[in-house]
């Protein structure tokens, strides 16, 4: 189900109200938590400056061997965030790499281009121009997606979260299905194609919309240290605005996989580690200095844009990801800040795969059930701008490039 809002500044007026109602302290809770945070965030900007790694790192190697400590999977789940190493061989994603461009150029995507539908998901942020392509089926997408790897690798990040509670179990961690998304091509010199910092899966919905009020009920009750950003009860049930990239599925994670080497400066991804930072995002919004309508410049369908004037001090901890290799992979919980450097400084491309982490549960099943028809017709996938762009194209995935768990994922059982 989608979330339909007619009157916004309406509905905005009143869950302000009823939250406030609810939380009458909410100008000292805020202070809490914007002293916790805060200093959470100059704790991580100054281990950034003396050029520590502030997003944790795993060796795939360790996953598929069971050898994760307890110690790395503690910081990942504060951090929100990490880099998995060589999930790939880096011979095998060059390989893939070359072969998208090829696909690309042969079906003359560019040209294309010129016409394709517009995406507004992005509209509002500062910087709103990443190059990122609506290409969704070609053959080394399918295969990544499907690999043995890439998929224990997701299982594993899947079973970082608490999905049982309360007698229900919320989703099962150990099937993966495909979240079809698209691909970032970034040729080295280009300018002013970043992000500035936002979040996905959902903007003004985490106040209005009633499953959103339960995943954040320790926040809105004022006790914001009981919020477990980890905790999956009533994350499958939410509702969002129907809009072309926003994203119908349960991702516990996104993510996506380097197909060339890019690091710091090569206009690469930025996040602020902070797990919990949602919780100074939700509180802040109901202090007095926001409009009653308003929730920090919020907008319905967009991406939840995340302010200097509103929300500094989650500024201070905004840090590059370290340097990728081909193959290695990078993931970060769903409401995590995150930021595209608005600058390619480096010598080569910057390429990457969209390639979310998520389980299985009723709301992903239902949108499996919609998206398989695009993989079999080659269309872009129900969340996306209509362009279509690879119905015709040459050399597209087909049904038998997959394996049994590739047909599982794209729920061809369903």
């Known amino acids: 189900m989608a979330l339909e809002i007619d009157d916004l500044p309406g509905a905005i007026r009143q869950a302000k109200k009823e939250l406030r109602a609810a939380l009458p302290n909410y100008r000292e809770v805020f202070a809490e938590v914007e002293q916790a945070i805060g200093e959470e965030a100059k704790r991580i900007a100054s281990e950034r400056d003396r050029g520590e790694n502030v997003i944790p790192e795993i060796q795939f190697s360790d996953i598929a061997g069971q050898r994760v400590t307890a110690e790395q999977i503690a910081l990942v789940k504060a951090r929100g965030a ?60 399918v295969l990544a997606r499907q690999s043995e790897s890439l998929t224990a690798a997701r299982v594993f990040l899947n079973k970082l979260w608490r999905n049982e509670s309360d007698g229900r179990v919320h989703f099962d961690p150990e099937h993966v299905p495909v979240y079809a998304d698209r691909l970032r091509r970034r040729p080295p010199g280009s300018a002013s194609l970043g992000l500035s910092a936002h979040c996905d899966g959902g ?159 009723a709301k992903n099943d239902a949108y499996l059930k919609r998206q398989l028809p695009s993989f079999l017709k080659g269309e872009s996938p129900p969340d996306f701008p209509t362009d279509h762009f690879e119905v015709d194209f040459t050399g597209r995935a087909i049904p038998d490039d997959l394996t049994p768990l590739g047909k599982a994922q794209l729920g061809f059982d369903l």
């Open 82 to 141: 990490c880099v998995i190493r060589n999930v790939f061989p880096r011979a095998l994603v060059q390989g893939w790499d070359e072969d998208i461009a090829d696909y690309v150029e042969r079906n003359n995507l560019d040209k294309r281009l010129e016409n394709r539908a517009e995406d507004k998901y992005f509209g509002q942020l500062a910087s709103s121009k990443p190059q990122i392509y609506g290409v969704y089926w070609s053959k080394p997408q």
């Open 203 to 361: 903007s003004v919905e985490r106040w209005i919309e009633s499953n959103f009020r339960k995943v954040y009920r320790h926040v809105f009750a004022g006790n914001w240290r009981d919020y477990d950003a980890f905790d999956a009860a009533f994350r499958p049930d939410v509702e969002e605005i129907a809009s072309p990239a926003v994203c119908s599925m349960f991702r516990t994670f996104q993510g996506w996989t380097a197909l060339t080497p890019q690091g710091p400066g090569d206009g690469t991804l930025q996040l602020v580690p902070i797990a919990n930072s949602m919780v100074y995002i939700l509180l802040r919004a109901l202090q007095d200095d926001v409009a009653d309508d308003d929730l920090c410049g919020a907008m319905p369908g967009r991406a939840l844009s995340i302010k200097q004037e509103f929300h500094a001090p989650l500024f201070e901890a905004l840090s590059s990801i370290p340097k990728m290799e081909a193959g290695d992979t990078v993931f970060w919980h769903s409401d995590v800040i995150h930021a595209v450097e608005d600058e390619h400084k480096g010598a080569g491309y910057s390429n990457v795969m969209y390639i979310a982490s998520l389980p299985a549960c």
